[in-house]
């Protein structure tokens, strides 16, 4: 047999678990940027899809369908092939100057905001209209309608669907790997095919994936709760922010029962 069968053979036969705490500082240096792109990238589509969401409830006849385009479009293209095309088409095409990092955060960014645009138009659709009326019945302006009454209501709707799309920008990240960002993925697949310990190495990258994946799926319940319709005035509440809320409810709650006995004790007196 040719001896250079045997080397990886050889090397993958006997499972050696402490290969990975050995290469915890290629892993963790791979998980590092990871986050960065994930965060980075979700941090902007956030942002942009809020504006793509804006845009297509627009009652203007051109901005509507041109951000309705932009939804069908970005949503439509595989990852893979736009990561592919942004960094070796398009910036080859027209001599744009762009980092592999640069890309990939450009591609996540342009196809999650319109992914994350319908969920943040559900959410505000699904606010009642009755609280628009309401606030700019008592004189609030547009804007103080929507970032103080609507946007409010919405962010709670909208939590759990958008916490799971920033849980799939983090594997969705490791495609990246393929224009040479040194992510988890690709550090572990250069590790692998250096050392032959491919067992090891990829049962690394599950690991940390899973480690990265289910700290962001406790996040994304915390801040459920934390937003959770909750009666502060007869539940027990464990949040400060909740508290605060419910001793303000509370002051607020003797000071009308107080007004309300001072009126109904100055009529019985006028009687």
Known sequence: MNSFLVIPVLAQARFRPEFIWENRDVFLGGVRLTVFIAIVAFALATVFGLGVALLRMSKNRIVAPI???YINIFRAIPLLVFVVF???GIAIQFDIRISAIQ???LVLTLQYSAWLGEIFRGGIQAVSDGQTQ???SVGMSRPQTFFRVVL???IRIVI???GNMFIGMIKDSSLVFIIG????FRVSSVMANRTFRYFEVYLGAVIFYLILTTAAYFGVKYLEKRFALVDVLTTRVRSPFARRRGIRLRMIQEAVASERESKSSGTATAM
């Open 67 to 69: 951000m309705a385009a």
């Open 86 to 88: 942004v960094y070796y």
């Open 103 to 105: 890309a990939g955060i």
């Open 134 to 136: 309401a606030a700019l």
């Open 152 to 154: 409010p209501q919405a």
């Open 160 to 162: 759990p669907p958008t």
């Open 181 to 184: 960002v040194p992510e988890l």
